[in-house]
């Protein structure tokens, strides 16, 4: 007798997936689901959360973050208590535990970029990330990377716990480096709506897509023999593979032509450009890069 499982339900095509729902809540499908009871309940909550709804944090995107990824940070400073706030507590007690893998990553993604948001509006004005915790730029050991910034999900994050040790120890996807956005002018521009697993896939690709063709923040090529990248993928090198010809070929399927053939083939020099971590504000204002 096969047995209907929420994961098989989920890799169905749509046309089938709402009815498999339906019978695995009633319970009448093989040997296994109750069909009343308690466990029901439990049953029909699982296969309804994939998703939750991030309208709220759209609607703070969309108004004070602009076309090109800048913020408006003294603007949503001021309105931070009817827009920004109502969000976190809202991520503050969800539980992700019934979400489907692409909701929970996308939740997290979006956990990260909303208390970012938070943690500068709470030193607003400040020139960089850096500049939240006393000291001169990083690196330093009291990072603002490690700060307790909120909480989310039960239970009091820094930044690094959501980036290191949640998103990219549990998910292994590289793309979540063009999603997550530390307020810095060389990260990804910040995207203007929120991530939901049912258009995660899109999102990701999309804003890798960008990230790649942006001359601030790569140069694909730069000259006839070299590419020079962004340090993000010289940071986390690892996630798109244990080299740099693996890191070209990684980036190959983002482009065409005879771009895409070299970067295929490994056959570009590697370099990487200089960071420039100064905020990423619509008010402007600068800071040294880094070349870290």
Known sequence: ????????????????????????????????????????????????????????????????????GRVDYDGLRAAADTTLVPYLRRLATTDVSALGREARLAFWINAYNALTLKLIIDHYPVPNIWAVTPGPAEPKENSPFKLTVGTVADTARTLDEIEHEIIRERFEEPRIHFALVCAARSCPPLRREAYTGARLDR????????????????????????VSLSRILKWYGDDFGPTTDALQRTIAPYFEGRVRRRLASADYEVT??????????????RSA???E
Not at 7 to 27: E, K, N, Q
Not at 28 to 53: E, L, M
Not at 272 to 285: E, K, T, V
């Open 203 to 226: 999102q990701l690709d999309e804003q890798a897509r960008s990230f790649f063709h942006d001359e601030s923040k790569n140069r694909i090529p730069a000259g006839d023999e070299r």
């Open 289 to 291: 890069p880094s070349n």
């Open 272 to 285: 990487y450009l200089p960071y420039d971590w100064s905020l990423n504000d619509q008010a402007g204002g």
């Open 1 to 68: 007798m096969h047995t209907l499982s929420f994961t098989s339900v989920r890799r169905m095509p749509p046309s089938r997936r709402l009815v498999a729902v339906f019978v695995l809540i009633s319970g009448v499908w093989g040997c296994g689901g109750p069909a009343s009871g308690q466990a029901g309940a439990r049953a029909t909550t699982t296969a309804v959360r994939d998703s939750i709804d991030h309208r709220p944090f759209d609607r703070v995107l969309r108004r004070f973050v602009d076309r090109n």
